[in-house]
């Protein structure tokens, strides 16, 4: 019988079409109910601790939590009405609350002990080893071996932080939304493109006002920063983006301000309950990098090289803006303006009109045309229920026909969606009653949609971004693990979780895959090779100023939650003053005053990247390093292709990712092939 609540249906995909936020708590409390019943079971057999007796009760209920929640989170994210925000704010301590309980569980804790300690796990394969020694960890990381009163506090620490996360994801959704600038004279928009300006009228309409209507999501801010010649237009609009959920913000109820403080508090009190001196340390114990010492020389050193590039970038950029757009006090609202100027001067090349050869569904075909050709699988459409008329879904199949998985595809920026681009799990790859639970991903981006009767077309970093998460959907949906906890993504590094995205994006600068993948808007012609050699020549145009700003993002995030104490008595006063150490240190672009830039900096304080996003650069090394591999042997490889899913992408968190690295490249990572593509070798 189909169950009446479309959460507790674990036969198929989410009932998307029918999940109403009052199924939330019913749902969410009866799985609870179940997790908790059978890892009590575990926790009380005294006979053998086997896999059987250990591992596998849970498994189920575990994952039937998992899908469940997994679904009400990504709702929350996607489509945040007040029904549905409420209903996961009300959700989320409960299910805080039981992965604390759990990994406090000192019987369950002893259990895995003796299954570790017991004669049946030297037999255990790699997948299955893994899972009990990171369960040991994580119990160990929960404060299973806690005194009862510093567990109570630890657990009350980790549901606050639940809640302020969400509390700063909202303040920053509530913020996005509720700011739009109307402008009813178009030559106010000179120079900007006419999607956009097409895509700001409709918005207008859509509220029954005449004139356009601006907001500070990337598709329509990006645009406006980098094409429009109002400077005071461009002023705005680049405050509006910087004091978002902030003191300077359009509400006091919306500043993360006091969210921010509380985070770190918490986040320092949580690591010192466990024996650590700070939450950089507590943060890498599942992690590659050793230590915070380790992360810091490691983007330090690149800091070293990177920073005269991006000096001698900004020099340029300056200058120009001077001399020829005749802007004498260049500002943080100009660099895009400038740059396009420039860019499109040196390189006859604009970000613009490279757009125009982009059409949604010619992308689409490209990049599965490369997963494809590489991997040896075929990406068909599919239908599913989903939360939106926009979301499509897809499902990969081998070179046998047989299932391999299952993903949506949502790609167009709208109101009540949090911005950004991600991927997620919506079911993972394990055995379950003698059957096969294929894998199943969310793949999530902000771009511009159709615009009447003209399909969506993508920018290249809109077209890079794509290859990037779907690099992230591959980790999670090529896997061939079937142990609950190690497939996909589960039990993966965090700083070599990127890459297999990052890995996917060099694919979007070979002309064997663009010119397959292009059709201009209006006449349907191929990319030109002649605008490719262009495009290729302007690759890394600006990228040391962009890499400077990845190592001032990382070093603040790691600076932060190692050397910043919340009660004054380190050398940093205030978050701000780590920031501005930072800035003086390797920053090379100057910030106005009322930058607020860490109020909306949803990776450490909302997602993830806590005292982790030096990871982009950590596993950039990496990613680089194994696309080196097909550049020697061919970008187009089937047998390196081959090679690189059977080492890396189906291992998931099987076997420590430096072996997998290791494993596919054949010897440990190398720095050269970073360096060398983003411009940084000196010629």
Request: aromatic letters at 10%; proline letters at 5%; a negative charge.
């Amino acid at each position: 019988m189909t169950p009446a609540n479309p959460l507790l249906d674990f036969t198929g995909l989410p009932r998307f079409s029918e999940i109403r936020a009052e199924h939330v708590l019913p749902a969410i409390d009866a799985l609870l109910a179940d997790a908790r019943a059978a890892v009590d079971r575990v926790a009380r057999d005294t006979g053998p601790a086997t896999w059987q007796t250990v591992v596998a009760p849970t498994e189920a209920a575990f994952d039937h939590l998992d899908r469940a929640w997994g679904a009400v989170h990504h709702l929350n994210a996607v489509v945040n009405t007040p029904a549905i925000r409420d209903a996961y704010n009300a959700a989320l301590p409960r299910v805080t609350a039981f992965h604390a309980d759990i990994a406090q569980d000192r019987r369950s804790f002893e259990r895995f002990r003796a299954l570790a300690d017991g004669a049946s796990f030297a037999s255990f394969d790699d997948a299955r080893r893994k899972v009990v020694t990171n369960a040991l960890r994580d119990f160990r990381l929960g404060g299973a071996e806690l005194p009862d009163a510093e567990q109570a506090r630890l657990k009350a620490v980790q549901e606050e932080l639940a809640t302020l996360s969400a509390t700063f994801d909202d303040n920053v959704l509530d913020s996005e939304n509720a700011w739009a600038h109307y402008v009813d004279d178009l030559r106010e928009l000179a120079g900007v493109p006419a999607d956009v300006i097409a895509t700001a009228r409709a918005a207008a309409a859509s509220e029954g006002r005449a004139g356009y209507k601006l907001s500070v999501r990337y598709p329509c801010y990006m645009p406006v920063m980098q094409y429009a010649d109002d400077r005071s237009l461009r002023a705005l609009m680049h405050r509006a983006a910087a004091t978002l959920a902030s003191d300077l913000g359009a509400s006091p109820a919306w500043d993360n301000t006091a969210v921010i403080a509380r985070i770190l508090a918490l986040r320092r009190e949580e690591a010192r309950l466990l024996g650590y001196a700070n939450y950089a340390e507590l943060s890498l114990v599942p992690k590659m990098a050793q230590t915070p010492a380790d992360v810091l020389d490691f983007l330090r050193d690149l800091g070293r090289r990177a920073r005269p590039f991006a000096e001698r970038d900004y020099a340029e950029l300056v200058a120009y803006a001077q001399d020829e757009l005749r802007i004498h006090d260049v500002a943080a609202w100009d660099l895009y303006y400038a740059a396009e100027k420039l860019k499109a001067k040196r390189f006859s090349y604009s970000e613009q009109e490279l757009r125009q050869y982009f059409p949604e569904d010619r992308v689409l075909a490209g990049l599965f045309r490369v997963v494809e050709t590489i991997y040896g699988v075929s990406v068909r459409p599919a239908t599913a229920a989903t939360w939106h008329p926009d979301v499509r879904f897809y499902e990969i199949f081998d070179a046998s026909n047989a299932l391999v998985g299952q993903f949506y595809l949502d790609l167009y920026a709208r109101e009540g969606k949090q911005s950004g681009a991600w991927m997620d799990d919506a079911i993972n790859r394990r055995h379950a009653h003698d059957k096969l639970q294929h894998p199943v991903a969310y793949l999530t981006c902000n771009f511009s949609g159709p615009v009447g009767d003209r399909p969506a077309h993508f920018t290249h970093r809109e077209v890079t971004t794509l290859f990037h998460e779907f690099g992230h959907g591959l980790h999670q949906l090529l896997t061939r693990v079937d142990v609950a906890g190690v497939s996909g993504l589960q039990g993966v590094e965090w700083d070599a979780v990127e890459l297999p995205s990052q890995f996917m994006e060099n694919y979007c600068w070979e002309w064997d895959v663009l010119s397959h993948m292009t059709a201009h808007a209006d006449t349907g012609a191929p990319l030109p090779r002649a605008l490719f050699e262009r495009m290729l020549a302007a690759r890394n145009f600006g990228s040391g100023m962009a890499m400077v700003r990845q190592l001032e993002l990382a070093l603040f995030d790691m600076l932060l939650h190692s050397e910043y104490e919340p009660d004054g008595s380190g050398r940093f006063a205030t978050p701000q003053a780590v920031l501005d150490a930072v800035r003086r240190e390797i920053a090379v672009v100057p910030r106005p005053a009322y930058d607020r830039f860490m109020h909306g900096f949803g990776h450490v304080f909302a997602g993830g990247y806590a005292a982790g996003y030096y990871s982009y650069k950590w596993a950039e090394v990496l990613s680089a390093d194994a696309f080196s591999l097909f550049e020697e042997r061919g970008v187009m490889s089937p047998e390196i292709g081959a090679r690189f899913r059977d080492e890396v992408l189906a291992r998931g968190g099987s076997r420590p990712a430096l072996e997998s690295f290791v494993a596919f490249r054949g010897r440990p990572p190398q720095l050269d092939a970073l360096l060398r593509h983003n411009g940084m070798v000196e010629t």
